[in-house]
């Protein structure tokens, strides 16, 4: 009894392989396989390329966010002072931030003093929010106490303020410069308030790698932000940070219960949260546009297998009447048009996770081409265009992919399975 071979064998691969490498009389059919390949290694590198980026701009975003802001501000309700002024400051800011410190997953506490100001110097102007902090709190703020990126000396801090990389270049000033700060909220006297005009010296200068952070923000030592900003033994609100901010609402709600009554909150995903959101529904839609582009690269493998077909229509009736099985018949084409999206697929991996890695040096020939202004932080927030590379992103390309092309190869090399012999030979 003879023996069935088993699936896939040695045979069909030869065969295929034989289809494959077409002669010059089936230069169509080597035209429209070369056309497949392309198509889907474009897609497949264009899809990577927009994950990565993708993943990249939202960790940068993320990123520069958690680095240089709050997880968790806590501020204070309206409430009347001894004056009858409405006013929302913590009196006893000490007290609150100590119980705040002892919730899990809390690591640090600072008390700040918020104000608006016009910074001047070298006679140009600009808007400032100055954030009075305590020395040792500022030294914890990742993306401002970064030595690669600042200049000047950190621990000079309680000798002056720490202004922004924007700051500083629209303003023309370097580190030991004087920057003059402007509050319309200055002294009391009998004609009115006074605006409270005081020099400083440029002790820092920090970039945060947000433009809007590095463009409007400037750091006061928390003493003399109090007396700057008539703030004498109280503080604006509570900046906390958490050492799991991806899952912050899991302690938002014992922070406000530690922060007492007339404390509220308000996380960072409060004020991120519909950008993220905006962000996601984005990238599920780039997703599923260039998922398309990827089926319509591989429909150009059932054009191409259509005509291998047709043209070894004499082959397949040779084949099936010296024994070759419809199973056969059907794996030979079916590797031909899995062959081709395999390597069109291996191809476009490896082009998208070389774009992904090597985009910053990418990019710079890019905007050296265009002359330059490619990439405006005043518009994107960040300051290049980031990527990461994620083995999830790259795992789902190529299981679209793959998964396609298998998908569509499976008509034409089922209808030259089903294919007749005594038709396919009637008129040899």
């Not at 077409?22 to 264009?46: D, K, Q, Y």
């Not at 520069?64 to 002072?81: F, K, P, W």
């Not at 949260?273 to 990238?283: P, S, Y």
């Not at 089926?295 to 191409?304: H, K, P, Q, R, Y």
Request: overall charge negative.
């Amino acid at each position: 009894m003879a023996r069935t071979p088993p699936p896939f064998a040695g045979f069909e691969w030869t065969i295929a392989w034989r289809y494959l490498r077409a002669r010059r009389a089936e230069g169509g059919v080597s035209v429209m396989t070369w056309i497949s390949l392309v198509g889907i290694t474009l897609a497949v590198f264009a899809l990577i390329a927009t994950l990565s980026v993708r993943s990249g701009f939202r960790a940068e975003f993320v990123d520069t966010i958690l680095g240089s802001n709050a997880h968790v501000t806590v501020y204070a309700s309206q409430r009347e002072d001894e004056f009858g002024r409405m006013v929302r400051t913590f009196p006893d800011f000490d007290e609150r931030a100590a119980r705040v410190a002892e919730v899990p997953g809390v690591t640090r506490v600072a008390p700040l003093v918020k104000g608006q100001v016009m910074g001047t110097a070298n006679g140009r102007n600009a808007g400032v929010e100055v954030f009075g902090i305590a020395q040792d709190d500022l030294e914890t703020i990742p993306r401002i106490a970064d030595p690669d990126t600042a200049q000047g000396d950190i621990a000079r801090f309680s000798e002056g303020v720490a202004i922004g990389s924007g700051v500083a270049r629209e303003l023309g000033l370097g580190v030991g410069d004087q920057i003059k700060l402007i509050s319309p909220d200055g002294a009391k006297t009998p004609f009115g308030t006074s605006p409270r005009v005081k020099a400083y010296e440029v002790t820092y200068i920090f970039t945060a790698g947000r433009y809007d952070i590095d463009r409007t923000r400037a750091y006061m030592p928390f003493g003399e932000a109090q007396l700057y900003f008539n703030r004498e033994g109280v503080a604006d609100e509570l900046e906390v940070m958490v050492d799991d901010p991806e899952s912050v609402e899991n302690v938002a709600l014992p922070i406000q219960r530690a922060a007492g009554e007339g404390a509220l909150i308000w996380t960072w995903q409060d004020s991120s949260g519909a950008f993220l959101r905006a962000l996601e529904v984005e990238d599920n839609v780039m997703f599923v546009i260039l998922s398309v582009l990827v089926l319509i690269a591989t429909m150009n493998i059932v054009s191409g297998l259509i005509m291998l077909v047709k043209n070894k229509g004499r082959d397949i009736g040779i084949l099936r009447t010296m024994g070759l099985t419809e199973g056969s018949v059907l794996r030979v084409f079916f590797i031909c048009g899995a062959f081709t999206g395999v390597i069109g697929t291996v191809m476009g991996v490896v082009l998208g996770c070389l774009f992904a890695i090597y985009i910053d040096p990418i990019f710079s020939f890019v905007n050296y081409v265009a002359g330059g202004g490619v990439w405006d932080p005043a518009v994107r927030g960040i300051y290049s265009l980031p990527a990461k590379l994620q083995w999830a992103d790259v795992a789902s390309a190529m299981a679209l992919s793959l998964g396609l092309s298998f998908v569509v190869t499976i008509l034409p090399a089922r209808r030259a399975a089903r294919m007749n012999p005594v038709e396919a030979l009637r008129y040899e």
